[in-house]
């Protein structure tokens, strides 16, 4: 049924995080357990509850190395501690029941709705449009087996796309690729501080030991505090038998006058106000183009005399003034001479309205004659006054207009 076919989903996304984590899917046999027990002691979408506290009448608690211990322990000869001890679980169950049955009718209810609608043609699915800038993921079309993610693990950015849709993709090595864009998948990224602490460092896998030269063993991997170099513990002499606390400074900044004191009086880095735009996204590039596109702009705003508090209006032109400070501002330069910066979200609440569309000339039907004299310049042009009103004519044009006009005329009496 429709429960057994979603605790396989789940099954199979539980295992495919496990095989990725471990590197290999040969003992995902091995994980089942664990994840049978996080199914059963998670809270459920369905009815608020977790299967373990529906079946026994009590919160799980997991792992047993933090099991809540009891004021006192029950004795197995005390049949009336069990018999109460029991009762207390079969009243838990009978008022976490009808709460869980009521959840779940709801979440039945939400569930057909959502599928006559997307059966009756009312739900369409949201197109991924990928812009530059934007982080993705590579969907892997060649898997071996269900237990792989569907995705490559690398995080790619997007440099353009062209209109047939494949995307130009830029790692972190810097090589470029063009996949397909029925190939990626968003990947949303956190902010990303570019100011490190160098106490807060993690080495890299491939961070070289200064007196071996290998990068293995990273659990016993010391970094300076001063200069970031990487030192296995049992590569300096003496040997280091336990992690030390604190700062520490390798030999050599030892020996260049370099301590530890030193180092802790130095000031913390801290991030500077304005952030480096390491990417900007798709989302904060709309943002800039709309901010943007109000430059020139004519502009019109209320404003209030402070000593006779009389009520008047400014006109003025907007200029944009890039970013500053990290958000984009505008610059009103108004016809009396003053000047103000304000925000984009102003600019656009005082836009200066069109000006209405002047009227259209028309001439009354009654007013034009029956038959047109054409013989002359000066009837030429009022002909067409009347048939366009508002044309203005060369003297030329309506000298060629009434040779054109006898020819035709001749033509007719002919």
Partial sequence: DGAAERIVQVLKRSLRKFCAAQGTAQEWDEQLPWIGMGYNCSPQA???????????????????????????????????DFQHYLELRTKDVQRLMPEAAGNLLIAQQRDKHRYARIRGGGYKPRLSRFEAGDYVYVIERNRTNMLQVPTRENVLRVVDVTPAGVATLKGRCGTERKENVT????????????????????PA?????????????????LLCDGCGTGWHMHCVKPAIIK?????????????????????????????????AKIFPSAAQRRWGQAAASFDGKRIR?????????????????????????????YMIYYDDGLVEKVTP??????????????????????ELPDQWDLTTDSTVKRALTMVMPGITLADAPTAQLVR???????????
Wanted: proline letters at 10%.
């Fill in 46 to 80: 369905s009815t608020g509850h977790s299967p373990y506290e529906l079946l026994y009448g009590s919160k799980p608690v997991i792992p047993p190395a933090v099991r809540e211990r009891f004021e006192q322990a029950l004795d197995p000869g005390n049949v009336a």
């Fill in 183 to 202: 190939n990626l998948k968003p990947c949303h990224l956190p902010d990303v501080d570019p100011v490190t602490d160098a106490r807060l460092a993690v």
């Fill in 205 to 221: 896998a491939d961070l070289a030991c200064e007196v071996c030269g290998f990068p293995d063993q990273e659990e016993v991997m």
């Fill in 243 to 275: 992690i030390p606390a604190g700062t520490w400074v390798c030999p050599e900044c030892c020996n260049a006058g370099v301590n530890a004191a030193n180092i802790e009086r130095l000031p913390a880095q801290t991030a500077p106000t304005t952030r």
């Fill in 301 to 329: 705003q209320a404003h209030k005399d402070p000593v006779t508090l009389e009520k008047s209006t400014r006109d003025g032109t907007a200029r944009y003034l890039e970013e500053d400070e990290g958000q984009p501002a």
């Fill in 345 to 366: 979200g102003v600019v656009r609440r005082h836009l200066l309205k069109d000006q209405p569309a002047a009227k259209a000339l028309v001439t009354k039907q009654e």
């Fill in 404 to 414: 054109w006009a006898s020819k035709a005329q001749a033509t007719q009496q002919r």
